[in-house]
Each structure stands twice: as structure tokens, then as C-alpha cells.
Nanobody, 117 residues
């Protein structure tokens, strides 16, 4: 299993940028697809970005072209670079690790991102 700790959230003005980090503890980081979700109160948790153990990336249409997910297997860390932020991006952002074979999920504690002028 892995343990995940997110960091990098905060308050930013519209049009600004933030970089979220998710540090993973575990011996087989490369065996997991790493994903970013977000959720606002009253809304469904939304998968916004993922990166496979082979480096393939996918993005939700709501963030495509603005967010970039990457991973550094040597550091057991996944990143989410968030550019051109909008107020609608305000949410708690969660890091997720998905076992490539079983689909078992592990979650971080979440980090709050608030986009407001």
C-alpha cells in the first residue's frame, strides 16, 4: 500500500497559478496510476487528471490545456501544475493512487485550493 500527502494548496487570484505536490510513501510507486480529483461541497468528486505508470496522461475537459500532471518516480512524487486558474476551480484537491492491476485506491487527505479576487 501507499500513503499520500498533498501540499501546495492555497488562495490565488483568477488567472494565477499553483503547483500541487503529492508525496507517496511505498515501495512500488511505479505500480500505481496517479490521479488528481477535486470536490466542492454539494458536487460530485471529479477526476481531473491522471498519469499512468508509463507516463501517459489524461485530463478532464474542464482543465485540459490549463493543468499539467507529472510524476517523478525517483522522488515518489506526483505534481499538478495549475495555470490560468478560474473561480470554478475552487475545490478540495485529492491525490489518488490506483493499483494498476487490482484498481485498489488510496487517498490523500486533500488540500484546499481557493480562486478568488
Amino acid at each position: 500500500q501507499v500513503q499520500l500527502v498533498e501540499s501546495g494548496g492555497g488562495l490565488v487570484q483568477p488567472g494565477g497559478s499553483l503547483r500541487l505536490s503529492c508525496a507517496a510513501s511505498g515501495n512500488m510507486f511505479s505500480s500505481y496510476v496517479m490521479q488528481w480529483y477535486r470536490q466542492d461541497p454539494g458536487k460530485q468528486r471529479e477526476l481531473i487528471a491522471s498519469i499512468s505508470n508509463g507516463g501517459s496522461t489524461k485530463y478532464a475537459n474542464s482543465v485540459k490545456g490549463r493543468f499539467t500532471v507529472s510524476r517523478d518516480n525517483a522522488k515518489n512524487t506526483v505534481y499538478l501544475q495549475m495555470n490560468s486558474l478560474k473561480p470554478e476551480d475552487t475545490a478540495v484537491y485529492y491525490c489518488n493512487a490506483k493499483n494498476v492491476w487490482s484498481g485498489l485506491l488510496y487517498w490523500g487527505q486533500g488540500t484546499q485550493v481557493t480562486v478568488s479576487s
